[in-house]
């Protein structure tokens, strides 16, 4: 099982920084080319009559947070993504009183440093699953670089799917891609990250999933970083494969008025998890977090009939 | 000020029993009264172009609550009243151990009763406010039978009015009416309650009101039952008179495609604060209540373009 069995001793003051930023340009790598990946997707759409008007284009945004850091919000309203975001940042500060009760290792330093890339896309066609993919790396206090007690660092992250009916093909195949992914970093990961998802990703309210599920993982710190960083790599990667294969498969199939209708209703579900249950956004606004970048995965409408 | 003074030695059983029957009573009787005035509205819509169709009517669906209790969904989908919930409910059991925490005098015991209604409509023309009115009262504990340890009861609730745009008539209209309401009652009542308003319905994510207020109260317990409960049935009856005033006074304004956008857009803004922030959804949801009946309160349809 890669990730465990070499264990490292506490790291390097500059080893963290050098860590921190490879983490940091990774993100932005993939955003990157999965912006990249959705705009060809967009202008591919224009071969088929239900996608009118011209190939929508990520427009993007800087922010900066007060306490310290910032973020780029990459936003596309097109015609076969009725509404994608693609979120990076990279932000440090203090934990208030509040939160620091919920964080592994804040109980000793308030201080933290996060970066990582979140997408939610919401799609025109009903019959294009939206979809979900978040990674970071997150470092509490000095990241234990005194011991135990002085901090922590860990990746998490995941990704889930959210077709509006059943769609066996497209939770088969974005399940296998996980699979295999996980299958390569760790044993057992892909049945514990499976679970996770979801459990997590669940409305208890309603007694149904949000989706399909996939995977979700948190606090991941093997003991071997570089492990650690290359399976959180591999999960974008993946993900960076098999949306747009999903999506695309889907692409030229018509829908009703009926079918919009039913997607509407679907997306309030989603809208109901992200507002009650998600930890991003609430960890986002209880951080000061950019509204506009945490709400950015709303959908461009929903209905509670 | 009414209301203080008399101050009664703890309840008999009995008369504890009687209280809540009569709480219960009035709720339903408001209820059907506030509905009976909806319905008129609905109906004289009929004079202008911009409603089509029938008048909505209310439907009304029973619901049990399986740890005791249950209560009436009323919900009417029309042409002027986009769509209208108005519930009531009168449900008892034990809070859970995570809520009781919250909840004054619970620590002594979980038991809880608890009658109210509750109500938001959305409105098809957007010149015309959103509007949400609430009043319960709640028995903890014995409510007090055996002394102050052993429970607590009290009455909540307010109403709050939500404009799509500005609307300084209509806000003063509502302000006034809830400023003689709170006058007869108590001193200070209205600076008080209005304010609790003020900072309850805001959205402090996004730096703004959920809409332009009312009145907030909760825990309201004087000492003389009596003037509580006459304070609470004031409310309900502002209420009943003040707000379809406003909204026909509004109903000949003939809106555009950008009100109506706009309407959406400040309706996710509603949502948001209702998933996020509400304590009504949260109790509710927290407490195993009516998913449907609690969630009534989302818009028809709603935007975050």
New interface residues.
Partial sequence: MLGLGKKLGPPQENEMERRKETAAFWFRNLRDDICDAFEKLERDAGGYDMYTGEPGTFERKHWDREQGGGGEMSIM?GRFFE?VGVNISTVHGEFSDKFRKEIPGADKSPAFWASGISLVAHMSNPHVPAVHMNTRFIVVGDGGLEGEDSGRFWFGGGADLTPMFEDKDAASRFHEAFRICCDKHGEGYYEKYKKWCDDYFFLP??GEPRGIGGIFYDYLSSGDWEADFAYTQDVGRTFHDIYPEIARARMDKPWTDEDREAQ?IKR?RY??FN??FDRGTKFG?MTGGN?EA??MS????????
């Avoid at 709303?298 to 009939?305: H, I, L, V």
Wanted: cysteine-free; proline content about 14%.
């Fill in positions: 309203r509404k309210h309603r509407k309030g809208v109901e507002l009650l606004l509204t945490i709400l709303m959908p461009p409408e929903a209905k509670w009939p």
